[in-house]
């Protein structure tokens, strides 16, 4: 039949509007300062946009890794080798939440190098106590250990110096071992894990500013960055050299593929790759944070039914409905073909739905005039 | 006589006005676990709850294709309604969560409902 003797509904059908829609889903992030125009395909009746994302400075998410016993999940840094040299300190720092925690991590590397099964220079969980390991020059183990934390964010330190093995929780001295022993870099340097590779990682951590110093942290260093939480701008971030640093840019929810890598924030070069992993096992970004005021991307997410590029007055008269806070969202029972929106100061990930009438877009008009683009 | 028994159509008005028949599902996810609802009649609502902490996500989308894109992310503790007419729903999620479903049913008999794809459902 030709498409002239096809009769479609018209705009102003009512029962186009009563009848309730097909649905019309869709997610993505919109970059800041850019703009990103979402078309349907026939006319809406209603339109719901959520904010996905936190507003208001850096997102404090955390990095979620869970393995079942015998598991073996691991990030590894692509570029660390020889981190290392004789005579070299090194210090770890990293906050960590093992609530909710069923398998016990018994012999596995948290944060460190090595390849897990020989860590050497990282923090570690062995017999429900957090270790700092190293080895001396002949391959011996060194470490200082405390009572690990089953419930709650806390902030392990571990410090390396010459005749001295330290772990700080919470900015507090637990343990340390001071003994004839040199720092040895072949010992020291090699590649840089969050969770273990060839020993099994059992354990079930959230991570957040995972960072590896080149040198040894004073006790007045760890506790001042302890205090200092996410204040990055803080001198306690300052106090040496960052090699590596972890810290999640990416949204709550993410998994891999999108989080097979995570930036690396330090001075060695690559990202953090996600090695090992089985099914089963949790690889998230989770929205739980050792701080409070939790930030977010940054941004905040202008709806509009006029693009900005062309039409000044649609943001210079303000003719946008504003979201900036995480999961806030507007419904809007409208009739259109098209909408924008726009991320201001800073990245915003949303969600939308809409239900669609069974009327083409071709029968759609553009939205202008006061109140849109005037 | 069974022939002779008519049902309305997808798009009887009247059928969406009316109030609708509830339709109630409370259920769990497990890790990169997923589950689909589906409801003897075409929708003309549907309430989703979802009952994890804030952080674990439930995903939510029309077709079991659907791609990464097409996608509505209910945070932990939150709940959204989507006025739509489906006959089923299909839920996801990276991590272990329990959810809450309430839906709105016409008369109109799911057979009557056409498989959704296309765009802002599968591509």
Redesign the interface.
């Known amino acids: 039949m030709s498409d002239k003797f096809k009769y479609t509904a018209g705009l102003n059908n009512v029962g186009s509007y009563q009848v309730a829609g097909s649905p019309y889903v869709t997610a993505s992030t919109v970059s800041q300062d850019t703009e990103q125009e979402i078309q349907f395909p026939r006319v809406t009746n209603n339109i719901t946009v959520k904010l996905d994302s936190a507003a208001g400075g850096e997102v404090l998410n955390s990095l979620y890794l869970s393995a079942s016993t015998g598991g073996i999940l691991d990030y590894i840094l692509s570029d660390s080798n020889s981190v290392g040299t004789d005579g070299d300190g090194m210090s770890l720092t990293v906050w960590l939440s093992a609530s909710g925690q069923t398998n016990a991590l018994n012999n596995g590397m948290i944060f460190g190098t090595g390849p897990g099964s020989s860590a050497k220079c990282s923090l570690r969980e062995k017999n429900g106590k957090i270790q700092m390991i190293t080895q001396n020059g002949g391959g011996a183990s060194i470490f200082a250990q405390t009572p690990t934390m089953t419930s709650g964010w806390f902030h392990a330190a571990g410090v390396i110096a010459n005749n001295r093995v330290q772990i700080y929780i919470n900015g507090e001295s637990k343990a340390h071992k001071t003994t004839a022993y040199t720092t040895v870099g072949v010992n020291m340097g090699d590649s840089f894990y969050i969770g273990a590779s060839l020993a099994p990682f059992e354990g079930e951590y959230k991570f957040r500013d995972a960072i590896a110093w080149s040198g040894s942290l004073s006790t007045a260093q760890v506790f001042a960055l302890y205090q200092a939480s996410a204040s990055y701008t803080d001198p306690a971030f300052n106090a040496l050299p960052k090699l590596v640093w972890m810290k999640p840019t990416g949204s709550a929810g993410e998994i891999p593929p999108q989080i097979q890598t995570l930036a690396n924030h330090g001075t060695l070069g690559g990202d953090w790759f996600l090695q090992n992993s089985s099914s089963g096992e949790i690889i998230t970004i989770s929205s739980e944070s050792p701080f409070t005021g939790q930030g977010g991307s940054g941004g905040e997410l202008r709806v509009h039914y006029r693009s900005t590029g062309s039409l000044p007055n649609v943001a210079n008269r303000k003719h946008y409905w504003t979201l900036d806070a995480q999961d806030e969202e507007i419904n809007m029972n409208i009739k259109t073909k098209e909408i924008y929106l726009s991320a201001v100061g800073g990245n915003c990930d949303f969600s939308l739905h809409a239900d669609m009438t069974n009327i083409p877009a071709a029968r759609m008009y553009q939205h202008t005039g006061s109140g849109v683009d005037e | 006589m069974a022939n002779n028994i008519y049902n309305p159509g ?4 009247g ?3 009316a109030s609708g028949r509830p339709f109630g599902a409370t259920g769990s996810l497990a ?2 676990g997923t589950s689909s609802v589906s409801f003897p009649f ?4 549907i309430v989703l709850l979802n009952r994890a902490a ?4 439930i ?4 077709h079991e294709d ?1 791609t ?6 209910i ?1 932990g503790g ?1 709940q ?7 006959d089923k729903i299909i839920l996801n999620s ?2 272990a969560t329990n959810f809450t479903l309430y839906a709105s049913l ?1 008369a109109i008999t799911s057979s009557y409902m056409y498989n ?1 794809t ?4 599968t591509e």
């Open positions: 997808l798009y009887h008005v059928a969406y006005q890790i990169n075409v929708t003309k609502q804030a952080g674990s996500f995903y939510v989308q029309f659907s990464t894109a097409n996608k509505f992310a945070n939150e959204q309604t989507f006025n739509v007419k489906c990276p991590l016409t959704l296309g765009s802002g459902v």
